[in-house]
Nanobody, 117 residues
């Protein structure tokens, strides 16, 4: 199983980006009943959970991104997304997607988001 995050880039404050998480080698039922999360790691800081979405579509967000970020998933494509609006310099970091299914945790390579003031 492989996960690959993409869609990062450099934007100015107030800009938007949409991240995608592509899964490879994961059977549909695993993805369907998994929990998908987006984490970020800012320079010099620990990785933190930004948003996640359960198998039934319930989304939760870190307080700092509520109202600005939207997490979603496409079961048919086995992909996850993170729409990020009104970006702030504090959102800068490497973003990773994560899949949790029962006792299994899958991580992929991240994508860098840089927000300039």
């Amino acid at each position: 199983v492989q996960l690959q995050a993409s869609g990062g880039g450099s934007v100015e404050t107030g800009g938007s980006l949409k991240l995608s998480c592509k899964t490879s080698g994961m059977i549909w039922s695993t993805f369907r009943f998994s929990r998908l999360g987006w984490h970020r790691q800012a320079p010099g800081k620990e990785r933190e959970l930004v948003a996640d979405i359960t198998s039934d579509g319930t989304a939760t967000y870190q307080d700092s991104v509520k109202g600005r970020f939207t997490v979603s998933r496409d079961y048919a494509k086995r992909m996850g997304y993170l729409q990020m609006n009104s970006l702030e310099p504090e959102d800068t970091g490497v973003y990773y997607c994560n899949i949790k299914y029962e006792s299994w945790h899958y991580w992929g390579e991240g994508t860098l988001v840089t927000v300039s003031s």
